[in-house]
């Protein structure tokens, strides 16, 4: 065989492997049930994110099998990416996650981080409300920090669901602006931004710092007044009326984001699978419906793109919470 010929069959031996393998990489899908796993308790503002996603993945055959939500509260979400970390390799499951991921990392609560797992993708943002209940003598997030002022101690925030995280920044960066000692705040801790709010309702907590998409239904029901929002301009319709806390003389602007991970180990062609899967997600009818009706921003990014953006991230986010004295400063 000359030495052309020979350099023939070696490049089309080449070609097809590289064929085989690209088309090995695009061709994998879940072949059995899917879990999206909740690191928080139902009734959460997570636990709602991921039933909507489980509807429309199995209304638009987005993905091929069943699609079950199990919910595992606790330690902040440490409880969830253990087990999901058990699932090392797997494209089965999947979790709900947002800047937790990150911030419970930081202040040292967790000893798992977005690295420690596989970014697949950032979903929405959404800002940080505080709310109070209907009745409370706090009218507006004004008069809230003149009270903390003269007494830090006075209320008690009932936040979900570690300390440090955007939801707890949603009124610990309004209340450090005001010049008010963090440390002597009496902040309660629950599993889930539910559990949270039934304790407001209960009288148990003064006030609960959660997202707009957790408040909306009791803002509805007309049970809580949203006294302010950590936003850089008003929201639009239900929230419309509720004043940003720049408004109220604090400067603070909070959102947090949410999106999926998976398991440490997944392939390319898992990885692959999910961006398709989640980009139909996205540019569904009914997502972009319910990112209207929850005042949720559209911050799609696939895998690769999430993957940067919270390297980027992790390192505000550090500086971030060391500046309101939430995370000690190395010295």
Do not use: C
Request: a positive charge; charged letters at 20%; zero cysteines.
């Amino acid at each position: 065989m000359s030495a052309t010929r020979r350099m023939a069959v070696v490049l089309a031996g080449f070609t097809l492997a590289v064929s085989g393998t690209f088309a090995q990489a695009q061709s994998w899908q879940p072949d059995r049930n899917v879990e999206i796993v909740i690191n928080t308790a139902p009734g959460s503002g997570q636990d709602s994110t991921g039933r909507l996603i489980q509807k429309i993945l199995q209304d638009r055959k987005a993905v091929p099998t069943s699609i079950t939500v199990v919910n595992k509260p606790g330690g902040g979400g440490a409880i969830a990416y253990a087990y999901l970390q058990s699932q090392a390799g797997n494209g089965h499951f999947v979790s709900i996650a947002s800047k937790s991921l990150l911030t419970n990392h930081i202040s040292g609560r967790s000893q798992v981080t977005y690295s420690d797992l596989t970014p697949l993708a950032i979903l929405f943002d959404e800002y940080i409300t505080v709310a109070v209940k209907a009745d409370s003598p706090i009218k507006n997030g004004r008069e809230l920090l003149d009270r903390m002022k003269k007494d830090p101690g006075s209320l008690s925030f009932g936040v979900a669901t570690s300390l440090g995280n955007p939801n707890h920044q949603g009124i610990a960066m309004a209340l450090k602006d005001a010049g008010i000692d963090l440390r002597k705040t009496r902040t309660p801790v629950f599993q889930s931004g539910g559990q949270a709010v039934t304790a407001l309702l209960g009288g148990h907590v003064d006030a609960v710092p959660g997202s707009v998409g957790l408040m909306r239904r009791h803002l509805e029901a007309g049970t809580i007044r949203v006294i302010a929002v950590a936003a850089p301009q008003r929201l639009t319709g239900l929230y419309a009326n509720v004043p940003t806390w720049k408004e109220q003389g604090a400067n603070a602007i909070v959102s947090n984001w949410r999106g999926l991970i998976g398991p440490p180990g997944m392939t390319a062609a898992q990885i692959a699978f999910w961006d398709g899967a989640l980009k139909q997600l996205s540019q569904s009818d009914g997502w972009k419906k319910e990112l209207a009706d929850n005042n949720w921003d559209n911050e799609y990014k696939p895998a690769a793109v999430t993957k940067k953006y919270m390297d980027a991230e992790y390192a505000e986010l550090k500086a971030f919470l060391t500046d309101l004295e939430l995370v000690k400063a190395k010295p």
